[in-house]
């Protein structure tokens, strides 16, 4: 199941109370939906519980018993012809987002949360943060992306195959919308995935910098190892000023440690040790 499909079932979970919420909801679904015309309005969808949802809402808000085909997986809720003037004489025309049917706060949510239901795309945000509405006339596009922009959303419009989409793409604004939504489960996921994110992205810069200190360190000490070797065999090791022959042992024999943990066996800083070593490293050079 994708992870709009989830984002559906949550929202259809949510149930109107008030009636004023319940028009502007099934209009949403309508007017964004397969067919929103004076000949005919119609939903067509994959979701059965969607299908059942918009039925319910219809005989609710219009007292209409409409019927729910199928065919192929796909699920046709219509409105019969005798009764569509009825619907459009109460939602209004199919050209523009009649604003006089939001009575309450609640109502913009609740068109949104329509609109979505029959429009609504958003991606999976493990691999990216993206939520959409594609719509048929551009007109309508234009209006919903300035809705939303009203509450302070970055949505844009883009044209796309023919079809209009309205886009969010910053997380934070599709939590929001979400939250408005009341598919705040969806919401948290999201935000649980981006601290996922942000730990995983701090945990790899952290093991590629201890990596590369490692690398640092390793190359470091076997520059030094070579240089004491070189001495040793040409039995100038032991002839060393005392201060730099037991930097050189202490290097010889631990190999692995870092500059600051070597110092520490001599009770010396990094750049005591660090200079110690590189005299060291000078005098094998002149071999």
């Given at each position: 199941?994708?992870?709009?499909?989830?984002?559906?079932?949550?929202?259809?979970?949510?149930w109107?109370?008030?009636?004023?919420?319940?028009?502007?909801?099934?209009?949403?679904?309508?007017?964004?939906?397969?067919?929103?015309?004076?000949?005919?309005?119609?939903?067509?969808?994959?979701?059965?519980?969607l299908?059942?949802?918009?039925?319910?809402?219809?005989?609710?808000?219009?007292?209409?018993?409409?019927?729910?085909?199928?065919?192929?997986?796909?699920y046709?809720?219509?409105?019969?012809?005798?009764?569509?003037?009825?619907v459009?004489?109460?939602?209004g025309?199919?050209?523009?987002?009649?604003?006089?049917?939001?009575?309450?706060?609640?109502?913009?949510?609740?068109?949104?949360?329509?609109?979505?239901?029959?429009?609504g795309?958003?991606?999976d945000?493990?691999k990216?943060?993206?939520?959409?509405?594609?719509?048929k006339?551009?007109?309508?596009?234009?209006?919903?992306?300035?809705?939303?922009?009203t509450?302070?959303?970055?949505?844009?419009?883009?044209?796309?195959?023919?079809?209009?989409?309205?886009?969010?793409?910053?997380?934070?604004?599709?939590?929001?919308?979400?939250t408005m939504?009341?598919?705040t489960?969806?919401?948290?996921?999201?935000?649980?995935?981006?601290?996922?994110?942000?730990?995983?992205?701090n945990?790899?810069?952290?093991t590629?910098?201890?990596?590369?200190?490692?690398?640092?360190?390793?190359?470091?000490?076997?520059?030094?190892?070579?240089?004491?070797?070189?001495?040793?065999?040409?039995?100038?090791?032991?002839?060393l000023p005392?201060?730099?022959?037991k930097?050189?042992?202490?290097?010889?024999?631990?190999?692995d440690?870092?500059?600051?943990?070597?110092?520490?066996?001599?009770?010396?800083?990094?750049?005591?040790?660090?200079?110690?070593?590189?005299?060291?490293?000078?005098?094998?050079?002149?071999i």
């Amino acid at each position: 199941m994708s992870f709009s499909s989830d984002v559906r079932n949550e929202i259809l979970q949510f149930w109107q109370k008030k009636n004023c919420c319940k028009t502007t909801e099934i209009y949403g679904i309508l007017l964004f939906g397969h067919k929103f015309s004076d000949n005919e309005i119609k939903i067509k969808t994959d979701n059965e519980e969607l299908a059942s949802h918009c039925r319910s809402i219809i005989k609710k808000v219009f007292d209409i018993v409409c019927d729910i085909t199928e065919s192929k997986g796909v699920y046709t809720v219509s409105i019969d012809k005798l009764h569509i003037s009825d619907v459009k004489s109460k939602l209004g025309e199919s050209n523009a987002i009649n604003l006089s049917l939001l009575k309450c706060d609640n109502c913009f949510n609740a068109f949104l949360r329509g609109a979505f239901l029959s429009c609504g795309v958003i991606s999976d945000p493990e691999k990216e943060y993206h939520l959409e509405f594609v719509v048929k006339n551009e007109g309508l596009a234009w209006e919903l992306c300035k809705m939303i922009r009203t509450k302070g959303l970055d949505a844009k419009i883009i044209e796309r195959r023919g079809k209009f989409v309205v886009y969010l793409k910053d997380s934070e604004n599709i939590e929001d919308l979400l939250t408005m939504m009341n598919a705040t489960n969806a919401s948290l996921f999201i935000m649980n995935q981006k601290i996922i994110k942000q730990l995983r992205n701090n945990v790899n810069r952290i093991t590629n910098f201890e990596t590369a200190n490692l690398q640092k360190s390793a190359q470091s000490a076997a520059k030094h190892i070579e240089a004491i070797e070189k001495l040793d065999k040409a039995g100038l090791l032991s002839t060393l000023p005392d201060e730099l022959y037991k930097a050189a042992i202490a290097r010889r024999d631990n190999f692995d440690l870092s500059l600051s943990e070597l110092g520490k066996t001599l009770g010396l800083s990094r750049a005591g040790i660090y200079h110690r070593l590189d005299k060291i490293v000078k005098l094998a050079s002149k071999i």
